[in-house]
Nanobody
Framework: QVQLVESGGGLVQPGGSLRLSCAFS????????MGWFRQAPGKGRERVAT????????YYADSVKGRFTISRDNAKNTVYLQMNGLKPEDTAVYYC????????????WGQGTQVTVSS
């Protein structure tokens, strides 16, 4: 059974940076595309960034393009989200999710980590 554990959230001032990490276990990491999603209070879940199993394909939401970078270390079974130039509107709970290459659905989710951008 796949397990995902996020870390790295916290409070940061506008313009600051954070790096989120997501540790994957319970499966063959390279068989999975990985994604970061977020949900702000009172809003729906938003897909932020995704990366394919071999890191050959990446997606970014327009709202984070040029500021966030998704990466993965397949030797460490870990996916990262580097967030630079943070804005108050980036405040949300960030979730890591995994999707098997043969599936169209992100079926496995972490517990989430809070990111708060405020002065």
């Amino acid at each position: 059974q796949v397990q995902l554990v996020e870390s790295g959230g916290g409070l940061v001032q506008p313009g600051g940076s954070l790096r989120l990490s997501c540790a994957f276990s319970g499966g063959t990491f390279t068989f999975y595309s990985m994604g970061w999603f977020r949900q702000a209070p009172g809003k729906g879940r938003e897909r932020v960034a995704t990366i394919s199993g071999n890191a050959g394909s990446r997606y970014y939401a327009d709202s984070v393009k040029g500021r966030f970078t998704i990466s993965r270390d397949n030797a460490k079974n870990t996916v990262y989200l580097q967030m630079n130039g943070l804005k108050p509107e980036d405040t949300a709970v960030y979730y890591c999710a995994a999707r098997r290459a043969v599936s169209s659905e992100y079926a496995d989710w972490g517990q989430g980590t809070q990111v708060t951008v405020s002065s």
